[in-house]
């Protein structure tokens, strides 16, 4: 199906909420060493509050996979989401203390995970997955550039001290208010009855491939695991890391970093939007792997360009990875009606962010560098077991007969 004048307006409105939803839970990422200089907070209560955002996005999800709203209808839980989004940035504003900052990231993680349901359901309603995957490229560019874009407002704020803990929900909060219209604009087409899917089976015969299976659904699960938790080990230590690990002193500089990792993957999904699914994951699992090892390497080293590189790698992975889970994930779930999958695929990710917290305790016990060094040799093994698995069974999808 190509997009008409209409569907498009309609996905443009959609990517403007989620990449706003997106935007809140980036923003106050170069804030964490402000905190800590003001509040005295430690490294597992910093991991707390980035965790709270992912606990909110959780709960969100699991809800929304068993509330069942009319296609009809879809617009109200994206006001809902875009409201607590809202409400969220106000908090913050104000936040002097760890109690009103975890309340506040909490609601932004649940208005995140409502955005995050309801807006792929939408695009997957409106554009036809089995023939294109505009659904997929539209939600993760718009999550991706939304996470890579606030540690670089924020950061340049902070470097500037122009009103450092305000003035980036201000930001947000204009942003919020222009989805809220823009989706108000959209709303008939947003609102639109699905359309039956047509002949899926066709389109498979002619590119020679199996049907994809629940089975795919739980590699996509298993790779977008380990690609958010080494994404949210950035985000959530990483000005830490650089810092006291790296001797990196200036927070410009680690936010540029963060979003060139963010940046870096939106571009490669640009690169792999005609490639094959499959072989857009198959690459992502294996860059992931050698970007953990190079960072590995760059502990040993105490070498910042070393692990440039691997951030630079990892964020490659991340783009390769979620266009490719988000595309196989979309079939299977309009071929058999079955959009909780997509949930399903987010809130593994989002258990994914929890993974740091390991290293946050470890930082707060053992001495930093040996810390993220048995991190990163965990994370290695669970990346080499996730890349052969992605081999095997994309080899099986390519060798399978017609059917």
Not at 25 to 35: E, G, I, K, M
Not at 101 to 126: F, Q
Not at 182 to 204: F, S
Request: glycine fraction near 6%.
């Amino acid at each position: 199906m190509i997009p008409t004048t209409k569907s498009s307006q309609a996905g443009l409105a959609l990517a403007l909420a989620f990449f706003s939803g997106m935007l809140s839970s980036s923003l106050p990422t170069p804030l964490y060493p402000v905190y800590v200089s003001l509040y005295r907070f430690s490294a597992s209560q910093i991991m707390a509050v980035f965790g709270v955002y992912a606990a909110g996005v959780l709960l969100a999800l699991l809800f929304t996979a068993k509330v069942n709203v009319r296609p009809e209808a879809y617009t109200r839980p994206v006001y809902t989401g875009l409201g607590c989004v809202l409400i969220s940035s106000l908090l913050m504003m104000f936040a002097d203390n760890i109690t009103l900052l975890l309340i506040a990231r909490l609601i932004t993680g649940l208005g995140s995970g409502i955005l995050m349901a309801y807006i792929n359901r939408s695009l997957i309603k409106i554009f036809a997955t089995e023939v294109s995957n505009h659904a997929a490229l539209i939600a993760s560019a718009a999550l991706i550039l939304g996470q890579a874009i606030g540690p670089f407002i924020t950061g340049n704020i902070v470097q500037h001290n122009f009103y450092s803990l305000k003035a980036p929900f201000i930001i947000l909060l204009v942003l919020v208010l222009l989805s809220l219209f823009a989706i108000w604009r959209c709303r008939e087409w947003v609102n639109k009855p699905i359309q039956p899917v047509a002949e899926p089976q066709q389109n498979l015969t002619l590119h020679r491939h199996r049907p994809l299976t629940l089975r795919d659904v739980y590699l996509c699960c298993m790779a977008i695991f380990l690609s958010w938790a080494m994404a949210s080990t950035l985000m959530s230590q990483g000005p830490t890391l650089a810092h006291n690990g790296y001797a990196i002193g200036s927070v410009q500089i680690v936010s540029y970093c963060l979003s060139l990792f963010l940046l870096t993957a939106g571009i490669t999904q640009w690169l792999m939007r005609k490639r094959h699914h499959y072989s857009s994951l198959k690459i992502g699992v294996s860059t992931q792997l050698a970007a953990i090892l190079l960072a590995l390497v760059s502990v040993q080293l105490i070498s910042p360009a070393l692990v440039l590189v691997a951030v630079i790698a990892e964020g490659f992975a991340y783009g390769a990875i979620l266009v490719g889970a988000a595309t196989i994930v979309n079939q299977v779930a309009r071929q058999k009606q079955r959009t909780h999958l997509i949930n399903l695929l987010y809130i593994t990710g989002y258990v994914g962010n929890w993974l740091p917290f390991a290293l946050s305790i470890m930082m707060d016990h053992y001495p930093l560098l040996k810390a993220l060094s048995d991190y990163l040799i965990v994370c290695s093994l669970l990346a080499f077991c996730i890349a052969l698995a992605a081999q095997v069974s994309g080899r099986k999808l390519y060798q399978s007969p017609m059917v």
